[in-house]
């Protein structure tokens, strides 16, 4: 027996059940992994929620998608992976049959990675998510130069500090929001060039004067909401503001006028956009990669959890206070 | 003396008020023009009632956007037009300043184009407006194949028309909708392959019964407002919706969750973005004169009016009855 999280019923952080499981075999073209570590995220927090934008199956079920661990058991058919091996899943498979909370989970094959050695095993849990969530606005569908202005809203969140550093390749200059001023530091070591200070509200005047009336060339928001009216006004001509979350709980309007006078795009955007297809998914694959190697690209974690603690991890990730990647250690 | 349109002040169409004002000598790199044709647009009615969407300035001022005529006056280091060429404006230049609303207007060099020959006056005046705004969304920034299908939200418009004319050069699949069944010949003769007659609702249905449940990929829709959550619904995967007007006097909320889940792109587009940036201006002129030359394109035009009726026929133009240009012969 082994210990895995489920989920009965959506609702606050003690919803997520840890209880003894049977380790699985794993069917044809699956793995089973002994999982050292898991990488939470905020997506997790909003499917415990219930809240999640896209479509789910019915509970119980299991919850998460990043993991690192060794191969130990494989289905009919593996050809890539054998018993032994250390990997880490990439998000590309169903999260409530295949979820990853837990001393072991059963994933496809194609889900996996191997990892560069120079990642710690925690590390190598804290990867996936973020990079490829920074990759679809920032490399898929922009072309980013050193003249860019990339506006990351969240700066702080583990997809925030990923995506500074996924910008800070192409050179471009980066301004980071955050809450707190407790996060500058970690926000300008991390790359940015300059930190706004904002709960949402004066974000325009900030890149006015940053950019000298220029406004941005992209955008990410995880939040959404009636900030999205301050992006806009914060925007420069043809900009594109990409919207992966909506961590706003208020309806959002659209800001119609600037997105005419200036020609904006609203761009949704989920990594799904790269995992689902193959091709996109290993030309993002092999850039990560690369540039894992070179460290250039670094996941900065912030706090570490023992499996025991789920509850309370899933607590502190819920709480906002966290600058990058909150880690379960198994 | 001679007649020109002045608008006083923001109102109905009343306050288009025609008047006798001497012609005016063309500035450096202007020209002055003979006017013999004006083609209407419902910029000018939004303008009119000081709801339109670009910044402008102050009454009183001239107003309209595109005419065809002959130059009758050159200023200062005119270079590519003489006296006596036949021409069309294209909208790139101050409309209150250089408004073609009259028996003469005053306009910059650089907004004038050479017509091909086969077009009459009242055609050459209902030319730009109408493909210039469908180029942006249809050709620069969209990639349409055979397989595309492209959705044209009020598909009777001169925008609406044109925008069926222009998807069509590349085989897409045009679905185009209308309020009014008495609008349906003009759309399938104009190249619409489905029509669908709906207020706004419903939309998403037909469009989904039209291309099996896989959606549009691009639309068009210069109303915004509350349909655009429908519009969202008739989307396929990573659909553009190109929104180039605000005919909806509601409020437009963002349909956040299909944004995400499908990774739907809303982009607010006017063809300024065309008109003022020289390379992009030209490869569109070269696209239009070409296709107007080959006959792919061909400006519908719905009724004639004279100058003396240009209050009845911006009435006409807000009635939503026409199919197609509403045009002044002068």
């Known amino acids: 027996m082994a210990r895995i999280?489920?989920?009965?019923?959506?609702?606050?952080?003690?919803?997520?059940?840890l209880e003894e499981a049977a380790p699985e075999q794993p069917g044809a073209g699956e793995v089973r992994i002994r999982v050292e570590a898991i990488g939470l995220n905020n997506s997790e927090v909003q499917f415990r929620h219930g809240v999640y934008p896209l479509p789910t199956g019915s509970l119980p079920s299991r919850i998460g998608r990043e993991c690192s661990g060794v191969v130990?058991?494989?289905?009919?058919?593996?050809q890539q992976f054998a018993i032994g091996e250390e990997v880490s899943t990439i998000p590309a498979f169903d999260i409530q049959r295949n979820g990853v909370y837990g001393e072991w989970c059963v994933v496809p094959e194609t889900a996996l990675e191997r990892m560069p050695a120079r990642l710690s095993r925690l590390e190598a849990a804290a990867v996936w998510q973020q990079y490829l969530t920074?990759?679809?606005?920032?490399?898929?569908?922009?072309?980013?130069?050193?003249?860019?202005?990339?506006?990351?809203?969240?700066g702080a969140s583990s997809v925030g500090l990923g995506a500074i550093q996924v910008a800070k390749l192409f050179g471009a200059t980066v301004i980071a929001t955050t809450r707190t001023a407790a996060k500058q530091d970690i926000l300008h070591r991390t790359g940015a060039d300059h930190v706004i200070i904002s709960d949402g509200t004066d974000v325009a005047p900030r890149v006015r004067e940053i950019t000298g009336a220029r406004g941005f060339d992209v955008a990410l928001d995880p939040i959404a909401g009636p900030g999205l009216a301050e992006l806009a006004d914060a925007a420069g001509q043809e900009a594109a503001i990409?919207?992966?979350?909506?961590?706003?709980?208020?309806?959002?309007?659209l800001p119609l006028i600037p997105l005419l006078r200036k020609g904006l795009t609203i761009r949704g955007?989920?990594?799904?956009?790269?995992?689902?297809?193959?091709?996109?998914r290993?030309?993002?694959?092999?850039?990560?990669?690369?540039?894992l190697e070179s460290r250039a690209l670094s996941p900065v974690i912030d706090r570490v959890y023992t499996l025991d603690e789920i509850v309370e991890a899933h607590r502190y990730l819920e709480s906002g206070r966290q600058a990058g990647k909150v880690v379960v250690r198994v």
């Open 242 to 253: 990409f919207v992966y979350g909506q961590l706003s709980p208020e309806p959002t309007p």
């Open 269 to 280: 955007y989920t990594l799904w956009e790269i995992t689902l297809q193959p091709e996109r």
């Open 134 to 154: 920074a990759y679809g606005p920032l490399v898929l569908f922009s072309r980013l130069t050193p003249h860019s202005v990339v506006l990351i809203l969240a």
């Open 282 to 291: 290993e030309a993002a694959r092999r850039f990560i990669l690369r540039h």
């Open 5 to 17: 999280v489920r989920l009965y019923r959506t609702g606050g952080p003690e919803e997520l059940t």
């Open 72 to 78: 130990e058991a494989v289905g009919d058919g593996v």
